[in-house]
């Protein structure tokens, strides 16, 4: 997670770092990605659900894409604390009527 904290990382260092951190997070493998870990994580869940039981989406992995989306906010949000101004609009915001 070092990569977080250097203010000249680029966008494809930060995405790869905060996918391999989520895979962790969800028992996959840090070289592999969120999209393909959604499957055994489904599969594992309904496993030890009742037969009845109501599957939760919210209990898979993000996509890639929102994966990728949210580390870009999250580096943003780290270089913020540090002390480092990055312009937002690169790093997932996104401006609309002088808001972000």
């Not at 913020?80 to 690169?90: C, S, V």
């Amino acid at each position: 997670m070092q990569v977080f904290y250097d203010p000249q990382a680029s966008a494809n260092d930060i995405a790869a770092a905060g996918e391999a951190f989520l895979l962790v997070l969800y028992g996959g493998k840090p070289d592999g990605s969120l999209d393909k870990q959604r499957y055994p994580t489904y599969t594992r869940t309904i496993a030890k659900q009742p037969v009845h039981a109501q599957f939760d989406l919210a209990t898979l992995p993000s996509t890639s894409a929102a994966g990728r989306q949210h580390s870009h906010r999250a580096f943003h949000q780290v270089q913020q604390w540090l002390g480092n101004a990055l312009d937002p609009t690169d790093w997932g915001w996104k401006l609309e009527n002088g808001r972000l």
